[in-house]
């Protein structure tokens, strides 16, 4: 099972495709015609290469997490995407992107962002390559997120507030829809995770399965086995989940869970749960599941970790649901801010907020002590501080 191939119209099952409008088709179908000739060409491959590793910081580390492990009763690996540059898997995306764009010819950079880990990711890479940056920010996420619109602005990006609807992420990603169609000739839009028209939910994985490759390289040399018994990995969007699973998909003996933000809990109206709790709708020029009301609205999220309250997800992950592939667990904020600091006073790592959501999914498996589980550990802690402390002295856990 290889479906992070859709078909050709971008479609994995019912789920995918391109719904864009047709000022740009030509800009998508470009893309989708040339991503993988430049991909694969020696002097991109060499350069994205070594960008990884020297700039980036790869491979991260795998971690065999002793204490964590000895909790549980089965052998915990983490992937330590937490240690790349930037803090959080997202810079093996935008390194990739910025530099098909440069590849491409493009000369302007635009991207949207929510909680302003993607805009930094991008802002920080277009400074390296010295080539434009815009990224829409809603104006509600601009006063919530401080200090990450200051450092794309250190970083020489622009950050456009955007002031329509709720002023959050999909209010960003329509004004960055829109900057598109005005620009198809010079400029490359960066999405963030594995969503958004064909191709970029395949592309996207693509770039992220960097991940998945390292994990059986280094499971190998220290398990003298390419295969976990586990994958687990929290989902917003997808990327890395889909970057973690993405060389174990054909290997249904690899269990797959995945963990989405439950919020104050799947039936509390406050709950980024989009598996759970999404119909079938349309949203960033995908069909997907969509967080939406009767009319079809569609429904703000709640996650207290600002990078999963996005109210759609990948087309691919309703598509593994369906097929049975991958369990998906919803885990409230009390169970995620518990194994945040369950991780960080067992393994001394302080994990981002969306990264405990992966952890908490330990307390609801029952492993075999034989099992080998590898835990994504998406980004660090560090921009979660005020909610940390904040969480845990009201809730006298300090
Ligand atoms: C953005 C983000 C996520 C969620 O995005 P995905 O595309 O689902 O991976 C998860 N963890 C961290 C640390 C993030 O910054």
Redesign the pocket.
């Known amino acids: 099972m290889k479906p992070f191939f859709a078909n050709e119209q971008g479609y994995f099952g019912e789920y995918g495709g391109a719904f864009i409008p047709e000022i740009l088709y030509k800009c998508v179908e470009e893309l989708k015609n040339s991503y993988h000739s430049i991909m694969d060409n020696k002097d991109f491959k060499k350069e994205y290469e070594s960008l990884l590793k020297d700039y980036v910081g790869r491979p991260s580390s795998l971690y065999h997490a002793k204490r964590l492990s000895k909790k549980y009763g089965c052998k915990i690996y983490l992937k330590r995407?937490?240690l790349n540059h930037t803090?959080?898997?997202?810079i093996n995306n935008t390194v990739g992107q910025v530099l098909l764009a440069k590849h491409m010819g493009k000369t302007r950079i635009i991207a949207e962002t929510g909680?302003g880990?993607?805009g930094v990711a991008t802002a920080t890479v277009c400074a390296l390559m010295n080539i434009k940056c815009i990224v829409y920010m809603g104006k509600t996420d601009v006063e919530r997120q401080r200090v990450n619109v200051e450092k794309m602005k250190m970083l020489g990006a622009e950050v456009r507030p955007v002031t329509s609807g709720n002023m959050t992420l999909k209010d960003a990603t329509n004004d960055a829809i829109r900057d598109w169609c005005s620009n198809p000739k010079d400029t490359y839009y960066v999405i963030?995770?594995?969503?958004g028209p064909h191709p970029y939910p395949t592309m996207?994985a693509e770039l992220?399965s960097v991940i998945s490759k390292e994990i059986k390289e280094q499971l190998l040399e220290k398990e003298s086995r390419e295969n976990p018994d586990y994958i687990i990995?929290?989902?917003?969007?997808?990327?890395?989940?889909?970057?973690s699973i993405y060389h174990f998909l054909d290997n249904e003996k690899v269990k797959l869970i995945l963990c989405e933000a439950g919020g104050k809990g799947i039936n509390s109206g406050f709950s980024a749960a989009t598996i759970q709790l999404g119909k079938k709708g349309i949203i960033h020029g995908s069909k997907t599941l969509v967080m939406q009301n009767e009319d079809g609205q569609i429904q703000e999220p709640y996650s207290i970790?600002a990078?999963?309250d996005?109210p759609g997800i990948?087309p691919i992950y309703p598509y593994l649901k369906k097929r049975n592939r991958a369990k998906f667990l919803a885990i409230n904020d009390d169970e995620a801010m518990e194994s945040a600091l369950e991780l960080t006073r067992l393994e001394g790592i302080i994990p981002?907020i969306?990264?405990a959501h992966a952890l908490a999914s330990l307390k609801k498996i029952e492993f075999n002590k034989k099992d080998i589980v590898v835990v994504t550990i998406?980004?660090?802690g560090d921009k979660d501080m005020d909610t940390f402390l904040n969480y845990f002295e009201s809730h006298e856990m300090l």
Not at 87 to 90: F, I, R, Y
Not at 192 to 195: E, F, M, P, Q, W
Request: proline content about 0%; glycine content about 28%; charged content about 15%.
């Open positions: 995407e937490d803090g959080a898997h997202k909680a880990q993607h963030g995770s594995t969503v996207v992220q990995a929290c989902v917003g969007g997808g990327s890395n989940a889909g970057g970790s990078g999963l996005y990948g981002a969306e990264s998406s980004g660090r």
